[in-house]
């Protein structure tokens, strides 16, 4: 092999090794972007767009939806400001999750609108999980109110 071809080789393995790294980063940052589109940072939920995203996927026959918006929540802000009702929002998301478990994708699709999506009506009662989600929400707010 001449000097030539050895400093050919050895650019062509820098070239590889640069283009394998920053093939890395950007599926990095493909995956933090996709959790970003997926994840509402305020309270945790899925995004409306992940929500449709799942609709493409099909509905099928067993699937329930619960919608859940919440009473008066614009006064929460006019008479406490938004920094307390962001941390509402956001405990209320934690109790929503907490309340679907397994069998339930919880989104928010407005302000203070969730929509709740049971798989097959949840593997149980969809009446069951409806109303443990209720009860943490009223927990949630009870709480943080």
């Known amino acids: 092999m001449t000097r030539r071809s050895r400093a050919c080789a050895c650019a062509c393995r820098r070239a590889?090794?640069?283009?394998?790294?920053?093939?890395?980063?950007?599926?990095?940052?493909?995956?933090?972007?996709?959790?970003?589109?997926?994840?509402?940072?305020?309270?945790?939920?899925?995004?409306?767009?992940?929500?449709?995203?799942?609709?493409?996927?099909?509905?099928?026959?067993?699937?329930?939806l619960l919608f859940i918006d919440v009473d008066d929540f614009k006064s929460v802000n006019d008479d406490y400001g938004h920094v307390i009702g962001d941390r509402l929002l956001a405990e209320l998301g934690r109790a929503l999750i907490r309340g679907a478990g397994r069998d339930g994708l919880v989104a928010r699709i407005g302000g203070d609108e969730f929509v709740v999506l049971l798989r097959h009506g949840g593997a149980r009662d969809p009446e069951a999980v409806a109303a443990r989600i209720i009860g943490e929400a009223e927990n949630a707010c009870a709480v943080a109110g």
Do not use: M, P, W
């Open 16 to 64: 590889r090794n640069e283009t394998d790294r920053e093939l890395r980063r950007l599926r990095r940052e493909t995956a933090r972007l996709r959790r970003k589109l997926s994840i509402d940072a305020a309270t945790g939920c899925h995004t409306r767009n992940y929500l449709g995203r799942q609709f493409a996927r099909g509905v099928r026959d067993g699937d329930c």
